[in-house]
């Protein structure tokens, strides 16, 4: 599963792993839960009509690394 604001709110003794987590971000920053919900409606469209058997991975390039 993606990191996105929605589901990471780190605890206060957590901060060193949310930063070391944040390094890995080629955005930057966190995913949006928008941007996830924008791309499985891209998915569903009749434009990706021709996209089959893809994993669309929408993580801010956290897995690049």
Known sequence: PATTEANVRPAPDATDLHAERMRYMATGRLV????????VLFLLS????????HNLVVDG???SH
Do not use: R
């Open 32 to 39: 949006e839960c928008a941007e996830v919900a924008k791309t």
């Open 46 to 53: 009749t434009d990706a009509a021709s996209i089959q058997g």
């Open 61 to 63: 390039g956290y897995t």
